[in-house]
Structure formats: structure tokens, C-alpha cells
């Protein structure tokens, strides 16, 4: 087997794509978008005729947002023919700090996907992991809405997801490597060294020595190596690239996780603490901030491009 055969035996592999072609191409169980990737979704040909068809429905003088919502579900709702496992959706990154203007938000698309028959039960609303974004998967959680908070950069961050029954966290690999390349001035680090596995490697071992139940799904990958360097993950969210990178190599892979039975307790993080850990910890505050910004970048160039279409 290749490498990707051999990891699906060993993590749920997830497509960071919002690619149609190469979802079908690589036949991942579930598929995670951001506004990064529904931008690109957007300009490929496949998708032309779906984006013309919103646009030529949509009142004159409607919400341009109604407009972006409904692109968003409709390219979610395509995903869920193709793929037999979840689909994530991530709410406006502009909201990320305002907890009750993200759940409404979140059962605004599940109502939209629920009108194109597509259940809650398939799609993970995605938030962003600031402390309002916790606190608002915790209460969509009452509804039976499940969420993927992303931009987890910290084990904090992290423990306050599972914590609050968050169903799954993207802790961000290729993001953390990034920043200590630049503060350390080095161009690459060994990949038994790498910040971005080590963390990731960190929460999986605290999630499974307290028997927290959270999914933890890599992502954000720079190298076929980091993802082999975390197989046994829960889950992993790849690029098209690398997943072609790993089918093309017919090496053995070891599995780096395993699972374990854990029972250890630890006190419940206030949000103070939350607050205090993320504005002592430069890299995770930063990138957090930087994650937040980059994704309503990419929204508003989804817009201009509707409004030019």
C-alpha cells in the first residue's frame, strides 16, 4: 500500500479543499473549507454555473451577506454528495468575538442546509477558538449542532474546546512551524523537532490522558513529513498536493499516536486564565489574531468577486 492508504488505516483522512475534482480524486471520508478555500472554490470552472445561477436568483436589491451564505451552503451541500462523512462550514470571521452573533449565525446556515436536505448530522460549524467562540460551540452544542473550532494554537486553547464538549478542534501545524522559523531565523527544523508537531502531539496526549472525548484533527500542513510525523491523529485535514505527495510514495509509514485510556482530572479553565495564557504565549496570540484577519480578508474578496461576477 501507499502511504495514504497505509494513514487511512490509521487516522480519518479529511480533504482541505473545496475542490470537487480532487475530493473525488483522493475520496476522503469527510472535507473542511475556510472563506480561504470557498475563494478558490469559487473561481474554478466546475463551480461557474452554480455561482450564476445564486447570483441570477438573488433579489436586485437583497443582502449581498444572504447572497455569500448561500454560496457557502450550496458548495457545502455539493460536498456532501461526494464525500460520506462531514462537511465543515466555517461562520464569518468577522464574529469571532462576538458569541451570540456566531450562534446565530451557525443555525442561520444549518436552517440553509436543512432547506437543500442536507441534516445537521453532516455538516461542523467552524469557529474560531477565541474564548466567544467556545463559549458559543458550547451553547450550539445544545441544539445538536456540532462544532470545529479552528486556529487552535495552544494547548489552552485547546483544553477549553474539550472542556466546553466542543466535538472537534484543528490545531494548526505548518502555522506554529512557520512563526518559529521566522522568530528563530532558521529555515527548517528536524522533523522530530518541528513546534508545529510537537504541539499537536502535546494535546493529543493530554486529550487521551484525561479522557476527554474531543476529536483532534491536524491541519494546516507545510510537508507530506509533518502529516506522517502525526499519523495516528483522529483525524487530518490535507491538502490535494500532499495527498497526491503521500499516494505517490510506496514507503512503509508508522504510525507515530496511539490512543490511550486516560482518567486524569484538571480543574476547569476560567476564562481569565484562557485570556492570560493566549496574551502570554506571543505565537498563539499572534497567529490567532493573524488567522482571524486573513480569513475576513478572503471573505471580503469573496464578496467583490460576487458583486463582479
Known amino acids: 500500500m501507499n502511504k495514504l492508504e497505509q494513514l487511512r488505516e490509521m487516522s480519518v483522512v479529511v480533504a482541505d479543499t473545496g475542490d470537487i475534482e480532487a475530493i473525488r480524486k483522493f475520496q476522503p471520508r469527510d472535507c473542511t473549507t475556510n472563506p480561504s478555500l470557498i475563494l478558490k472554490a469559487a473561481q474554478l470552472p466546475g463551480y461557474a454555473s452554480l455561482v450564476r445561477e445564486l447570483l441570477d436568483a438573488a433579489p436586485k436589491d437583497g443582502d449581498p451577506e444572504a447572497v455569500l451564505d448561500r454560496l457557502t451552503v450550496r458548495i457545502g451541500t455539493e460536498l456532501t454528495k461526494i464525500v460520506p462523512g462531514d462537511v465543515s462550514t466555517e461562520v464569518d470571521a468577522r464574529l469571532s468575538f462576538d458569541k451570540d452573533a456566531m450562534v446565530a449565525k ?20 467552524k469557529l474560531a477558538t477565541t474564548w466567544e467562540g467556545v463559549q458559543a460551540a458550547k451553547e450550539l452544542l445544545k441544539d445538536g449542532i456540532r462544532c470545529n473550532l479552528t486556529l487552535v494554537f495552544s494547548l489552552e486553547q485547546a483544553v477549553a474546546c474539550a472542556q466546553a464538549g466542543v466535538f472537534l478542534i484543528s490545531p494548526f501545524v505548518g502555522r506554529i512551524t512557520d512563526w518559529y522559523k521566522k522568530a528563530q531565523g532558521v529555515e527548517s527544523f528536524p522533523i522530530s523537532e518541528d513546534p508545529g ?102 471573505t471580503e474578496k469573496l464578496r467583490a468577486l460576487l458583486a463582479n461576477f
Open 106 to 125: 451557525a443555525r442561520h446556515l444549518i436552517k440553509l442546509y436543512e432547506e437543500q436536505g442536507v441534516g445537521k448530522d453532516r455538516i461542523l460549524i
Open 197 to 298: 508537531v510537537q504541539s499537536v502531539r502535546k494535546i493529543y496526549a493530554h486529550f487521551k490522558a484525561h479522557g476527554y472525548q474531543t476529536v483532534v484533527m491536524g491541519a494546516s500542513f507545510r510537508s507530506a513529513a509533518q502529516v506522517e510525523a502525526l499519523a495516528g491523529c483522529d483525524r487530518l485535514t490535507v491538502s490535494p498536493q500532499l495527498l497526491a505527495d503521500l499516494a505517490a510514495d510506496e514507503g512503509t509509514l508508522e504510525r507515530q499516536l496511539n490512543p490511550s485510556e486516560g482518567h486524569e482530572q484538571e480543574s476547569e479553565l476560567t476564562e481569565a486564565q484562557f485570556r492570560w495564557a493566549l496574551a502570554a504565549n506571543p505565537m498563539a496570540n499572534e497567529k490567532l489574531a493573524e488567522g482571524i484577519v486573513a480569513f475576513h480578508n478572503d
